[in-house]
């Protein structure tokens, strides 16, 4: 299929649309899924500066449903600061418009920032054939604090090349020529590259006693009911020895990690972020809206416990119960806001979900939507969600500003996939790690309510990184870290 495109977006040099559907592509499937993007990559390295991603997520049938995106040919920006939201639309890396709204806020205006990339999405959208109604921006948002200094804080991208399919059925959407794809000795010559051993060393930001008083100030805070539940990150940096390429890491970490998502993106010469989370923050398929809240963990294996004992245990546990209900309680009720009569459904009420490193506790709910009710007003009303945040939302900004000693970024923000007809996929990033310079940045955050233990907090958070540091050998260790007392 092809589509005069001219009067969609008049750029010299671009005038069509192109389409292959139903392409049987056997040797695509989510152990090689970051190798065939190395090698796509390969073949158009211009564009995979630009921006390169693979998003695998399930289907209705659990099967993996897998997205590679090449080259940035729309993007839409929103950054925000106390004083200025901030939108861009760039049509190949050449801005086409900037809206600023002078603001006067004391906290970050998520509902605000959804809000204008709805508008902006719209535009964009209405512009796609109703035959590429499928077609998938990619793209997320960053998990902040405001600040007076702004900061971009979403991105979303309608790339170049892109392949999107399940079980060996795949659709290459292109705004260029047609697509030259990867062979099957490509890929499994670069398959055949991966390296035995990754070794660095390891420290922590902030040192576990910073981090134990820390939180220990929290649960005094916590004792004055100011707030209910307040998510604490900390994060692990390993120094890589010297290696040509980190996708043979992250492949290794995807084929032993992978459940509800994997996902691996870069915009320009920015950092690579590689995740493999098991939390769903939003699926939507027409006006059916689906969340998993996941909240609530107790390690695999410890002591000489069997796996039914530790399940007890956690399906016992006050404290794991409290955080957990927590993040149940304020998405249903963030959802009924935009449910038709208000009903959310809750079909699987806090299961176990078993992860290669740990248990969590997870419930399945749904909703029916309004009629009028678009993807980003979900997230504008969802984000940012307890199992990752706090309660009260408001009330819990200021705390993690004044414990957190660096900037979360895309860690617990939200990446995936809206489409042009406005079905859409989010995971909430978590297990997620950034390379940047040879370093590898490992986050994890552990929900702080009452009766919380800071000591099995930080054994919690370190678990919570085993995809990661479970895969690399750690040749030296060091407690410290960045310093950064808060004074709340």
């Given at each position: 299929m092809v589509v005069d495109i001219k009067k969609i977006f008049p750029i010299p040099g671009v005038e069509y649309l192109t389409a292959k559907r139903?392409?049987?592509?056997?040797d695509l499937n989510v152990n090689n899924s970051l190798y065939w993007m190395q090698a796509l990559s390969s073949l158009y390295p211009e564009f995979a500066e630009e921006f390169k991603t693979v998003f695998i997520s399930q289907n209705e049938?659990?099967?993996?449903?897998?997205?590679?995106?090449?080259?940035?040919?729309?993007?839409?920006?929103v950054s925000a600061s106390k004083t200025l939201l901030k939108t861009n639309i760039y049509?190949?890396?050449?801005?086409?418009s900037e809206i600023n709204e002078y603001v006067n806020v004391t906290h970050m205006p998520y509902k605000d920032i959804f809000n204008k990339l709805s508008e902006m999405m719209k535009t964009v959208?209405?512009?796609?054939?109703?035959?590429?109604?499928?077609?998938?921006?990619?793209?997320?948002w960053m998990c902040e604090t405001i600040h007076d200094e702004l900061q971009e804080v979403a991105v979303f991208t309608l790339p170049k090349i892109l392949i999107q399919g399940t079980e060996n059925q795949f659709d290459v959407l292109s705004w260029s020529n047609d697509v030259i794809l990867p062979t099957?000795?490509?890929?499994?010559?670069l398959e055949k590259a991966i390296q035995e051993e990754y070794k660095g060393t390891i420290s922590y930001i902030p040192d576990q006693d910073t981090y134990m008083n820390n939180l220990n100030q929290i649960l005094d805070q916590l004792g004055n009911k100011e707030f209910a539940k307040v998510v604490v990150t900390r994060k692990a940096v390993i120094q890589l020895e010297e290696m040509k390429s980190i996708i043979p890491l992250f492949s290794k970490i995807n084929q032993k990690n992978y459940q509800e998502y994997s996902y691996f993106f870069k915009w320009n010469d920015e950092k690579e972020w590689f995740g493999v989370s098991p939390e769903v923050l939003l699926i939507k398929k027409g006006q059916k809206a689906i969340s998993k809240p996941l909240a609530g963990t107790r390690k695999i294996a410890y002591g000489h416990k069997t796996e039914e004992e530790i399940i007890a245990e956690l399906l016992h546990d006050n404290k794991e119960n409290k955080e957990h209900q927590y993040a149940v309680s304020l998405m249903v009720n963030d959802l009924k806001e935009l449910a038709v009569n208000k009903d959310v459904v809750?079909?699987?009420d806090k299961h176990i979900l078993k992860t290669p490193y740990a248990f969590h506790l997870k419930t399945h709910m749904y909703a029916?939507?309004?009629?009028?009710?678009?993807?980003?007003?979900?997230?504008?009303?969802?984000y940012p969600p307890a199992t990752i945040w706090g309660v009260p939302r408001l009330e819990v900004e200021p705390v993690l500003s004044e414990v957190e000693a660096f900037k979360r970024e895309f860690?617990?923000?939200g990446f995936g996939y809206c489409r042009a007809n406005d079905d859409s996929n989010f995971a909430l990033t978590i297990r997620t790690a950034y390379l940047e310079n040879g370093k590898l940045h490992v986050f994890a955050g552990g929900g702080i309510v009452e009766h919380s233990n800071p000591e099995n907090e930080w054994k919690e958070t370190r678990t919570k990184m085993t995809p990661f540091i479970g895969n690399i050998e750690i040749t030296n260790e060091t407690k410290g870290g960045s310093l950064h007392v808060g004074h709340l």
């Open positions: 139903n392409i049987v592509i056997e049938s659990g099967k993996p449903h897998i997205i590679l995106g090449l080259g940035n040919y729309v993007s839409i920006k049509i190949q890396n050449k801005m086409l959208q209405m512009q796609i054939p109703e035959e590429f109604a499928d077609m998938s921006f990619l793209g997320g099957s000795e490509t890929i499994s010559y809750i079909n699987e029916s939507l309004k009629k009028e009710v678009s993807t980003f007003d979900v997230l504008g009303s969802i860690f617990a923000g």
